[in-house]
């Protein structure tokens, strides 16, 4: 129970004043004449009678009636909910939504949601129950629906912020699962939050049913301040036979005023190599370059930390290195001069990864040739001998990828030899189209992964490219066609054997039959056809927090592996597919079970970008969606409390209940006095 | 008998409403008239000069009273007796000290006693007896001899009555003793605030004269009652000292000893051949009457 007014307490002193009365002012009341006090002095006077007090009830009708106006006048009154179960008489189901994303972090942000949450805790009537949801890009029902108040603070105080990002998508409708199930009839979520406004996009489909009401506390700042490092990149180089990295940092200023001379450093297996200066505009970005350094093996772990603000979270960015390793492939052509040139010069160009071509003749192949290698690309030749015999198929079997690019020269055995079940289809006659319009690519299957890349509008334009000449191949049911000529015939076709993939390019990649070897696609598709076809995924030097780290993966299938988390706890990969999924900002370490030394795999985890920007959302708005209708707006955190007792005494009206019932007692109290004393002749 | 001008069933009028009779003599008259109606043959309303015997002539004799025709028929000289002297004095003896100007809720005790007193003076003076009074408190305040004709002045002197001071009554009670050389009635009206043992030292000195003495103890209801409701202090009114009182813890007390007061007084006076009369101020003035007559009847039959 608060008082608006509790100066008024000064006015229990009134409570002496029946007493004196008692005590002191009634026998000084009057005079009585008397004609003489001869016979009234023989009797013993017997003062203390006078001073005892006799109707203790009365005196205690007085002293309660006054104790009463005067609390009426301190104008008590319960906290809300307290009182909105006495006055309503039902009881309520109230989940707490209390955000503990990333961006909580800013300054006093949680604490000032925590105390949100308790005062919500506190505000609870006995027969009410609560359950407290603590959410980022999830939500966890983190202490179950209960009355037991000082459980409920005890999860509260346990509380901290995460690097999750924002989502109030997975909060709101957990919350309208918890309170979907609840008996009771008055439902209510309290969400608690700086309400970013990246954390709605307003296609979530979390909507609350008639009955439930959605009460928002935000606890965000107005102008915010908040710099940010996003991401960075990095410039690889060769020098010397070792790889040097030139780390790109962009800087992100999400703030109204501009940040100056602001320090960013570059911090790369503990040690701090450079710090330089850097000037944001305000809601800008910019970058620094740091002087390249050589990476000197595999698991490098990198830093950048910009500047100190309140939310100095997304002021760090981590990063690990590794090494690029080049993928290798073994071009197979005829023989004859500069065969594969647009191939092996195609595949020069590349850094990511670097290919590492050798060009032989079919003729000159032998079987060990094929090991190590990643891809083996038939350039319009004959079926190698050396392959046959099931080599070829085994090397694809394992994991190997086989491009054949089929072309007059092409051959390959049928489907009674060993490999003759490599090939997507049946390889046909030539299909000569030099007599009026040249073929062209009249489909492509963008949604695979070759072709993904050139799905966006002005990616890659196929249609240039012209096809004089190509075989024909059927495909059996079970390949997928890539694509298809504009007479509908099979321009490309992938089977995929074992753990390996086989591709047939059913022209060349030259230009001898078509001229694509000229079009400005033609690099980036044998860079596709290569990377796909080895299995190539460009290492990343970062994860975000919340993605899944595929242990299993990274581990080539040992299960004997734990991770390290930045904090230091070791998880192992819950599941028999080796997932772990990233919920802390640093370095996380993949090690052996057993192995103390070495350098164990590093995965870096770092914020989500969109965390840094602390634009508000109007909670009104998110009100509004999920709700269907509007609501009384939302103040300021502390504005809030103010406005909300009084307005919750002005509503609860305490006071006059207690100046009716002092009234009453001292009614109840005359009365009684009155009768006392007529019958007693005496009080 | 006068029947006129009466107010039949006067007496028992409640002495408040006699009060608003400003004129004590109307009053009185009202009461008495009315009380002699009611008695009708009265027995004590007896001759002034009835016959009673006659005796043998001594020398001495006033030769008057010498029956003249029973010495003509027996030739002896015998002389006449007749009843005793029917004309006496009525002696009023007046309290006015301060304890007399009490009043609870009615007429102050003064005014009471005024009443009776103009009463009793009233009904003397009908009886062509001679009428005086004499005030007091601790010493004599007025003094109005015995006369036949003196009843207005003993009216007036009622009517200027002022209970003012503390009383005693031994002082002017002695005082008095010595002045009244003549026997007859003396009543005595007071509240008798002292020890019974005082009282009766201070009234003896009175009765040795061969006076008829009748003794009025006026009293308050509120003096016999005690009945206060709240704890006040009390004020003496004589001596003006206050005494802090919760009633309900002493009436009981009081009351005791209010009333061996009283029960003291009346063996004492008893005891002495004196009429005591205790008079409430809240009850009808009668008893005063009768007590008055009762006396006079006894000093008739004196020879």
Same mark, same amino acid.
């Given at each position: ?10 006015g ?15 026998e ?7 004609? @003489? ?7 013993p006077?017997?003062? /203390? ?20 106006? /005067? ?10 909910s307290?009182v909105a ?9 109230v989940?707490v939504?209390?955000d ?9 942000h ?6 949100a ?7 609870l ?44 998508g ?6 309208d ?9 008055r ?8 309400f970013?406004?990246t954390?709605?996009?307003g296609?979530?489909?979390?909507r ?15 102008n915010?301040?908040?710099?940010a490092?996003? @991401? ?6 060769a020098?010397?036979g070792q790889?040097?990295?030139?780390v790109?940092?962009?800087? @992100?200023?999400k703030?109204?005023e501009?940040?100056?001379?602001v ?6 297996d ?5 710090t330089?200066?850097?000037?944001v ?8 370059t ?15 930390r ?5 939310l ?5 960015f981590?990063?690990v290195?590794t090494?690029s390793?080049?993928?290798s492939?073994?071009?197979?052509? @005829?023989? $004859? ?5 647009y191939i092996s010069k $195609?595949?020069?160009i ?26 083996? /690309?038939?350039?319009d ?5 050396a392959?046959a015999?099931?080599?070829?198929k085994?090397?694809?079997e ?5 491009l054949?690019?089929a072309?007059?020269?092409t051959?390959?055995?049928t489907?009674?030899?060993? *490999? ?10 030539t299909?000569?189209r030099? *007599?009026g319009?040249?073929?062209s ?7 695979h992964?070759?072709f993904e ?32 000529y504009?007479?509908?015939?099979v321009?490309?076709a ?16 030259? *230009? ?5 070897g ?12 290569v ?11 970062w ?7 595929d242990?299993?993966?990274r ?8 991770? /390290? ?26 090690r052996s079970?057993?192995a103390?030394t070495?350098?164990?795999?590093s ?5 989500d ?6 634009t508000?959302?109007d ?15 939302? $103040?300021?955190?502390a504005?809030a409390?103010?406005m909300t ?19 009453a ?6 009365t ?10 005496f009080? | 008998?006068?029947?006129?001008q009466t107010?039949p ?7 408040k ?5 400003s ?21 004590y309303?007896?001759?002034s000069?009835?016959f ?9 004799? %006033?030769?008057r009273?010498?029956?003249?025709r029973?010495f ?9 007796q007749?009843?005793?002297d029917t004309?006496?004095?009525?002696s009023i003896?007046?309290?006015?000290s ?16 005024s ?9 003397a ?5 001679r009428?005086g009074i004499?005030t007091?408190d ?6 109005v001899?015995?006369?036949?004709k003196h009843f207005n ?26 002045h ?13 605030y ?6 009766l ?16 103890h ?10 206060y %409701?709240?704890?006040s =202090? ?35 006076? =008893? ?6 009369t ?9 008893r ?9 009847e006894r ?5």
């Amino acid at each position: 129970m608060t008082f608006l007014t509790p100066a008024f307490f000064l006015g229990l002193g009134a409570i002496a004043i029946p007493i004196l009365i008692h005590l002191i002012q009634r026998e000084k009341k009057r005079v009585v004449e008397f004609p @003489s006090l001869m016979f009234v002095r023989r009797i013993p006077y017997q003062s /203390v009678r006078r001073r005892r007090i006799r109707h203790w009830f009365l005196l205690f009708l007085r002293a309660a009636a006054i104790a009463l106006i /005067v609390f009426a006048f301190a104008r008590p009154f319960l906290h809300q909910s307290a009182v909105a179960a006495a006055a309503g008489g039902a009881a309520r189901d109230v989940v707490v939504l209390l955000d503990q994303s990333a961006s909580m972090g800013y300054g006093d942000h949680f604490e000032k949601a925590k105390d949100a949450a308790r005062r919500v805790v506190r505000g609870l009537g006995a027969d009410d129950r609560a359950t407290l949801v603590l959410f980022a890009k999830n939500a966890e029902e983190n202490m179950r629906a209960t009355s037991d108040r000082a459980r409920l603070e005890g999860a509260i105080n346990a509380a901290k912020v995460t690097a999750g990002a924002t989502r109030y998508g997975p909060a709101l409708k957990l919350a309208d699962s918890i309170l979907g199930r609840s008996p009771l009839k008055r439902r209510e979520a309290v969400l608690i939050s700086d309400f970013q406004k990246t954390g709605w996009t307003g296609s979530e489909d979390a909507r609350f049913p008639e009955g439930m009401t959605l009460t928002t506390m935000p606890v965000g700042s107005a102008n915010a301040r908040n710099l940010a490092v996003p @991401s960075v990149t990095f410039g690889r180089s060769a020098f010397s036979g070792q790889e040097r990295i030139a780390v790109t940092a962009g800087l @992100s200023n999400k703030g109204d005023e501009a940040v100056g001379n602001v320090p960013v450093s570059l911090t790369v297996d503990g040690h701090e190599l450079e710090t330089l200066r850097a000037t944001v505009a305000p809601h800008a970005s910019s970058s620094v370059t740091f002087a390249p350094f050589t990476l000197s093996g595999p698991n490098v772990r990198g830093m950048v930390r910009a500047g100190t603000d309140p939310l100095p979270a997304d002021n760090t960015f981590h990063f690990v290195l590794t090494p690029s390793e080049p993928v290798s492939l073994l071009v197979v052509d @005829s023989g $004859a001069p500069d065969a594969s040139l647009y191939i092996s010069k $195609a595949l020069a160009i590349g850094t990511t990864p670097q290919f590492q071509v050798e060009v032989t003749s079919a003729g000159r192949v032998a079987p060990a040739a094929f090991d190590k290698r990643a891809v083996v /690309v038939l350039n319009d030749a004959m079926f190698p001998p050396a392959a046959a015999g099931g080599v070829l198929k085994r090397f694809v079997e394992r994991g190997g990828g086989l491009l054949i690019v089929a072309g007059d020269h092409t051959t390959f055995p049928t489907g009674s030899t060993a *490999d003759g079940d490599l090939l997507p289809g049946k390889l046909g006659t030539t299909i000569d189209r030099t *007599d009026g319009r040249a073929g062209s690519l009249g489909f492509l299957d963008y949604s695979h992964q070759v072709f993904e890349l050139f799905k966006a509008p002005r990616s890659g334009d196929f249609s240039a490219a012209h096809f004089f000449r190509y075989r024909s191949v059927e495909p059996a049911p079970a390949d997928r066609v890539l694509a298809r000529y504009d007479d509908g015939a099979v321009a490309a076709a992938e089977r995929k054997v074992g753990m390996g993939r086989v591709i047939v390019w059913t022209s060349t990649l030259d *230009d001898s039959l078509s001229d694509i070897g000229v079009k400005p696609v033609f690099l980036p598709l044998v860079h596709q056809l290569v990377r796909y076809l080895a299995h190539y995924e460009q290492p990343t030097s970062w994860l975000t927090v919340g993605q899944v780290l595929d242990v299993a993966a990274r581990t080539k299938g040992r299960t004997d592996r734990i991770v /390290v988390t930045p904090s230091g706890e070791r998880v192992a990969p819950q599941n028999s597919r080796g997932l772990v999924e990233l919920a802390e900002q640093g370095i996380y370490e993949i090690r052996s079970a057993g192995a103390t030394t070495g350098r164990p795999e590093s995965v870096a985890s770092n914020l989500d970008p969109v965390e840094s920007d602390l634009t508000p959302l109007d909670p009104r708005e998110l009100v509004a969606a999920v709700t269907g209708h509007a609501t009384p707006e939302t $103040a300021e955190p502390a504005m809030a409390e103010q406005m909300t007792q009084e307005e919750i005494e002005k509503r609860q009206g305490l006071w006059w209940y207690l100046l009716l019932t002092g009234m009453a007692l001292l009614a109840v109290e005359t009365t009684i006095a009155n009768r006392l004393s007529r019958r007693e002749k005496f009080l | 008998m006068q029947t006129s001008q009466t107010m039949p069933g006067a007496r028992f009028v409640d002495p408040k409403i006699l009060s608003r009779i400003s004129s004590l003599e109307l009053m009185a008259r009202t009461v008495v008239e009315g009380f002699i109606n009611g008695l009708h043959r009265a027995p004590y309303f007896g001759a002034s000069i009835d016959f009673a015997e006659h005796r043998g002539y001594v020398a001495g004799d %006033d030769i008057r009273r010498v029956d003249w025709r029973l010495f003509a028929r027996t030739d002896r000289f015998y002389v006449k007796q007749y009843e005793a002297d029917t004309n006496t004095n009525l002696s009023i003896l007046f309290d006015v000290s301060k304890s007399m100007s009490f009043s609870s809720r009615g007429i102050p005790k003064i005014e009471y006693a005024s009443f009776v007193a103009a009463c009793l003076g009233y009904l003397a003076q009908r009886q062509r007896d001679r009428v005086g009074i004499v005030t007091f408190d601790s010493d004599i305040v007025t003094h109005v001899p015995s006369s036949a004709k003196h009843f207005n002045v003993v009216l007036h002197t009622l009517d200027r009555a002022k209970a003012e001071r503390p009383g005693n009554l031994t002082a002017p009670l002695n005082k008095m003793a010595e002045h009244f050389k003549r026997r007859g009635i003396l009543v005595l009206i007071s509240d008798f605030y002292e020890e019974p043992d005082a009282v009766l030292e201070a009234i003896k000195p009175l009765k040795f004269l061969g006076n008829d003495l009748i003794v009025f103890h006026v009293l308050d209801p509120a003096e016999i009652e005690f009945g206060y %409701d709240d704890a006040s =202090s009390f004020e003496d009114l004589e001596s003006g000292d206050q005494i802090p009182v919760v009633p309900q813890s002493l009436a009981q007390e009081y009351r005791q000893l209010i009333r061996a007061h009283i029960d003291a007084l009346t063996a004492k006076f =008893s005891e002495h051949r004196i009429d005591y009369t205790l008079l409430n101020t809240a009850e009808p003035l009668d008893r005063a009457l009768f007590s008055y007559l009762s006396s006079r009847e006894r000093l008739m039959r004196v020879r």
